[in-house]
């Protein structure tokens, strides 16, 4: 059973992280909720509690949105990079 307070939603955006120790990095949401996103960095790891900055596009309904946002870093496995969001908002909860 999950605590979490968002579902999250399978889907596959590309995503551009700042991560002050290696600078800019590319990678593709596996999940995302309004209170943060799963992504795939490939063979980088980042530090668990480090902050990043987050950049991607969404075009959800022929809409397109571009979000920058700050988050954190609550795990980073094989399996993924887990980010939490810093601000939640209401239109995240669109695209989720």
């Known amino acids: 059973m999950s605590n979490r307070q968002f579902q999250r939603t399978e889907c596959s955006i590309p995503v551009v ?3 002050g ?3 800019l990095i ?3 949401t ?3 909720s309004p209170a943060g996103m799963c ?3 490939g ?3 980042l530090a ?3 902050s990043v900055n987050i950049c991607f596009i969404s ?3 022929n809409k397109r949105e571009v979000f920058r946002l700050e988050g954190q870093v609550m795990y980073s496995s094989s399996q993924g990079t887990g980010l939490q969001f810093h601000n939640v908002t209401p239109v995240l909860a669109e695209i989720a």
């Open 48 to 50: 668990p509690n480090a």
């Open 39 to 41: 992504i795939d960095t």
């Open 30 to 32: 596996i999940d995302i």
């Open 26 to 28: 590319r990678g593709v």
């Open 21 to 23: 120790p290696l600078g």
């Open 59 to 61: 075009d959800k309904e």
């Open 43 to 45: 063979i980088v790891s």
């Open 17 to 19: 992280l700042f991560y």
